[in-house]
T-cell receptor, first 113, second 115 residues
Framework: GQQVMQIPQYQHVQEGEDFTTYCNSS?????IQWYKQRPGGHPVFLIQ?????EVKKQKRLTFQFGEAKKNSSLHITATQTTDVGTYFC?????????????FGTGTRLQVFP | DAGVTQSPTHLIKTRGQQVTLRCSPK?????VSWYQQALGQGPQFIFQ???????QRGNFPDRFSGHQFPNYSSELNVNALLLGDSALYLC??????????????FGPGTRLTVT
């Protein structure tokens, strides 16, 4: 079945270091979304990528959609303690006649001051 | 200081009907996002409103529409309801759309059941 995997599962970094999480889908995606979930909170939508090879930036966050539209990455430059949380990618399910998303396995980021 | 409020808390509709859900953002917030959370699933982004316009939209069909009023409150409308629309609908507010994208405050949600 359709799967969306993320690596690494968990990463801890020193504040100021960079961080990257990778998302890989077993199927081609029409688009991909990224969410961030802070400890104890709801997943919050960060961005949506639609075009092959698309790159978008939000301050220190850089999102990329692969050329084949089967993978994506999120890179954080110079992490801060406020970046702590779990980052999920999500893509549309290929199940017919449904609008649901399949969420990736998530990458939990811990930032040490 | 009131947080994000949503109404109604629960709603039961039948297939084919239309529904309107309402959200008042946290005081001082100007951006409202709507999410759908099916049972056992993570919230899925529907759309976001800022300055009374839809800024971003997720993978939801045109049956899902919204509106933001001058006082920043918002409505989510769903037409031609399907059984699969049964879910908890969450509203989240924030201050400006992209400065701190993850600083969103969630309301308690509206539980919609479609029979």
């Amino acid at each position: 079945g359709q799967q969306v995997m993320q690596i690494p599962q968990y990463q801890h970094v020193q504040e100021g270091e960079d961080f990257t999480t990778y998302c890989n889908s077993s199927t081609t995606l029409s688009n991909i979304q990224w969410y961030k979930q802070r400890p104890g909170g709801h997943p919050v939508f960060l961005i949506q990528l639609v075009k092959s090879g698309e790159v978008k930036k939000q301050k220190r966050l850089t999102f990329q959609f692969g050329e084949a539209k089967k993978n994506s990455s999120l890179h954080i430059t110079a992490t801060q303690t406020t970046d702590v949380g779990t980052y999920f990618c999500a893509g549309p399910t290929t199940i017919y006649n449904t609008d649901k998303l399949i969420f990736g396995t998530g990458t939990r980021l811990q930032v040490f001051p | 200081d009131a947080g994000v409020t949503q109404s109604p808390t629960h709603l039961i509709k039948t297939r084919g009907q239309q529904v309107t859900l309402r959200c008042s953002p946290k005081s001082g917030h100007d951006t409202v996002s709507w999410y759908q959370q099916a049972l056992g699933q993570g919230p899925q982004f529907i759309f976001q409103y800022y300055e009374e316009e839809e800024r971003q939209r997720g993978n939801f069909p045109d049956r899902f529409s919204g509106h933001q009023f001058p006082n920043y409150s918002s409505e989510l409308n769903v037409n031609a309801l399907l059984l699969g629309d049964s879910a908890l609908y969450l509203c989240a507010s924030s201050l400006t759309a992209w400065e701190d994208g993850d600083e969103q405050y969630f309301g308690p949600g509206t539980r919609l059941t479609v029979t």
